[in-house]
């Protein structure tokens, strides 16, 4: 998401499993091929997923040297088929065979895991729109990416309602996420959602139900900073937004209409160390009565995150980001201090004006880059502020893409009811009570999914209550794992592992300035189509 870190929510690239996809004739490809005099040794296991659709599984590690991938020590690595049957074993893999390679822990046939039924998977089969993402993301690797991305049924299209977990990107990362839904029950009383696996990456998803709130016809109803259920109503416009510049842009925030507000490039291109960040200045006439109001936006990040994910974390590091996925950030210290980094940089800080200075008093976590969040924030009015409610929003220069926002001074805390999904089946319509089960209630279950995939889930809301509203939040929760491919298998310019510094966000935010529109225009483009 995406992507889109702190131990709250942010997440990276780890996990267990071996899935399989389909790809196109592999002869197209070209994978770049490391130095004659140079090798890597990666101690973690390593799962490399081949562009033919199988897959072949290093559980103790292995060896790059030249243009091919060996096991490491006196053991040989395992090669799965389509259907995830073991088809024998491998002592050496040529480096041109290989569309990505994943970091795994070695626990990929535990009981707690469960892999997505393939069995509507015809071995052999082409998918010739996935081989022309394969291809340029082979070549290019920054491409679409960023978790679950769930999708809603609207007259038999499908409609992006979400994206799960979009930071989850390691084991210790996962976080529970709460996205609004627009999608409401058939006539029938049911919930129909598709959950898709559209990057090249493997989702590790732990838990996935609803929380049905109900409100009154006036409220509108969503999620909190906090992952939790709020009910809003008394919707005002800023009487005043003010960007850095002192651009007015009250009309870019009044609607949610697809007209958003980024970072002026002006402001883009002198972010520094010293000031890496953009504010808005907005001002609200003061509700009276009111002790606490809620700003309410409908936003989301934009592809710097990406960037920093797929080239200062995974690129530059190359083959030595497995063993920084798999291992390191398996371990409380090197997590903790990047999750604090994150924490520290990322994400939008909420402050109002006391009187005597912007107070902070809210943290709103990054969301990802794919679909718009809807997201309330509670604000408390002080007594030294006026008749005026005053905030600032601040964050990383050109972090957020940012549709509306509104004052609601009606807040209330609604009561929700959890359901869990009732049926689960494949694209093929095949039910899958085994990947079910893994979904029912966040545990130590995991429901695996790999690129291409996608499920069907059905949830009995039961008919629509007289006299109220109702509207649906999504519970997910799980973690990712991004494949290493392309440009990021070489080792003839291999980085040290990601180190957690101002330096790493100034360098970011210099590569995001030179790549933002030819990343903005292949991301979308690049999703891998689900069969």
């Known amino acids: 998401m995406r992507p889109s870190v702190c131990l709250t929510a942010f997440a990276l690239i780890t996990g267990p499993a071996l899935a399989c996809a389909v790809y196109g004739n592999p002869e197209v490809f070209e994978v770049p091929r490391p130095a004659a005099a140079d090798s890597v040794e990666v101690t973690t296991a390593v799962r490399a997923h081949l562009l033919d659709g199988q897959t072949v599984?290093?559980?103790?590690?292995?060896?790059?040297?030249?243009?091919?991938?060996?096991?490491l020590g006196d053991t040989t690595a395992r090669r799965y088929g389509l259907n995830l049957a073991d088809v024998g074993p491998v002592t050496a893999l040529p480096l041109d065979s290989v569309l990505g390679l994943?970091?795994?822990?070695?626990?990929?046939?535990?009981?707690?895991?469960?892999?997505?039924?393939?069995?509507?998977?015809?071995?052999?089969?082409?998918?010739?729109?996935a081989a022309i993402v394969a291809i340029e993301c082979i070549n290019n690797p920054k491409c679409f990416g960023s978790c679950p991305t769930i999708?809603?049924?609207?007259?038999?299209?499908?409609?992006?309602?979400?994206?799960?977990?979009?930071?989850?990107?390691?084991?210790?990362?996962?976080?529970?996420?709460?996205?609004?839904?627009?999608a409401q029950p058939d006539s029938n009383g049911v919930v129909r959602l598709e959950v898709r696996d559209e990057a090249y990456e493997t989702h590790y998803i732990n838990h996935i139900g609803l929380l049905e709130v109900r409100h009154d016809s006036d409220e509108f109803a969503l999620t909190d900073d906090h992952n939790r259920p709020i009910a809003v109503r008394d919707f005002q416009a800023p009487a005043t937004a003010r960007d850095r510049l002192g651009h007015d842009v009250r009309e870019v925030l009044a609607r949610a209409d697809g007209?958003?507000?980024?970072?002026?490039?002006?402001?883009l291109s002198r972010a520094d160390s010293a000031d890496p960040n953009d504010y808005l200045d907005l001002t609200f006439p003061r509700a009276p009565g009111r002790d606490t109001v809620a700003m309410v936006f409908r936003m989301r990040n934009s592809l710097l995150n990406t960037v920093l994910l797929y080239e200062l974390m995974l690129g530059d590091p190359g083959l030595r980001s497995l063993d920084w996925v798999g291992r390191d950030l398996n371990e409380i210290g090197p997590a903790t201090r990047l999750g604090r980094w994150y924490a520290a940089h990322m994400g939008m800080r909420v402050l109002v004006w006391d009187g005597t200075a912007y107070r902070q008093v809210a943290?709103?976590?990054?969301?990802?880059?794919?679909?718009?969040?809807?997201?309330?924030?509670?604000?408390?009015?002080?007594?030294?502020?006026?008749?005026?409610?005053r905030v600032r929003l601040s964050y990383v220069a050109d972090d957020w893409r940012i549709d509306q926002i509104r004052l609601a001074s009606g807040v209330r805390t609604p009561e929700s009811r959890a359901i869990a999904p009732a049926t689960l089946t494949t694209s093929s319509g095949q039910a899958d009570s085994a990947a079910l089960d893994r979904l029912r209630a966040p545990d130590a279950q995991y429901l695996v999914t790999s690129s291409g995939q996608r499920f069907f889930l059905t949830f009995a809301a039961g008919p629509n209550p007289a006299g109220t509203s109702r509207t649906f939040l999504l519970a997910s929760q799980g973690y990712y794992i991004e494949w290493l491919r392309g440009s990021w298998l070489r080792t003839d310019r291999l980085a040290s592992t990601f180190t957690p510094t101002d330096d790493a966000l100034v360098s970011t935010l210099r590569r995001w300035r030179s790549e933002q529109t030819d990343l903005e225009r292949r991301f979308a483009a690049t999703r891998v189509p689900v069969r």
Not at 366 to 383: C, I, Q, S, Y
Request: charged content about 20%; cysteine-free; proline content about 5%.
């Open 151 to 182: 999708y809603s049924d609207s007259a038999g299209a499908p409609v992006l309602e979400a994206e799960g977990f979009s930071y989850s990107i390691a084991p210790i990362f996962e976080a529970p996420d709460l996205d609004r839904l627009r």
């Open 259 to 267: 007209q958003v507000y980024r970072t002026p490039d002006q402001v």
């Open 363 to 389: 943290h709103i976590i990054d969301t990802g880059p794919v679909a718009w969040k809807d997201v309330a924030v509670r604000v408390p009015v002080f007594e030294g502020g006026g008749d005026s409610i």
């Open 102 to 129: 994943e970091s795994v822990k070695d626990n990929v046939n535990g009981g707690a895991t469960v892999f997505l039924s393939l069995v509507d998977v015809a071995a052999g089969a082409i998918v010739v729109g």
């Open 57 to 71: 599984f290093f559980r103790h590690g292995m060896m790059a040297r030249r243009d091919t991938l060996y096991a």
